[in-house]
Nanobody, 124 residues
Framework: QVQLVESGGGLVQAGGSLGLSCAAS????????MGWFRQAPGKERMFVAH????????YYADSVKGRFTISRDNAKNTLYLQMNNLKPDDTAVYYC?????????????????WGQGTQVTVSS
């Protein structure tokens, strides 16, 4: 089993930046692909970004491309999401997820482990 805990959410003005972290525990995730998803009130959970097991491959939703950067530090068993030029539409609960495979995709159902989420609120 893998336990994932997100941190770093908060309130920021439009145009600002936030960095999220997702710490994994109970076992290493160095061979797991990982991803970030978000869910706004009243909406379904949406894909944000994913990264391969070694960080060599990343992929972003069009809505965040060029503004968000996903990365990982396997030595620290931690996943990151740097969010720049934030917009009010980025307001959501952000979740990290891990998949029991080297590579992952955009479908939430493909992921095996989830964190509890962290709130990001962007004011206009």
């Amino acid at each position: 089993q893998v336990q994932l805990v997100e941190s770093g959410g908060g309130l920021v003005q439009a145009g600002g930046s936030l960095g999220l972290s997702c710490a994994a525990s109970k076992r290493t995730v160095s061979t797991n692909a990982m991803g970030w998803f978000r869910q706004a009130p009243g909406k379904e959970r949406m894909f944000v970004a994913h990264i391969s097991w070694n960080g060599g491959s990343t992929y972003y939703a069009d809505s965040v491309k060029g503004r968000f950067t996903i990365s990982r530090d396997n030595a620290k068993n931690t996943l990151y999401l740097q969010m720049n030029n934030l917009k009010p539409d980025d307001t959501a609960v952000y979740y990290c997820a891990a998949k029991n495979a080297y590579y992952s995709g955009t479908y939430a159902g493909d992921y095996d482990y989830w964190g509890q989420g962290t709130q990001v609120t962007v004011s206009s």
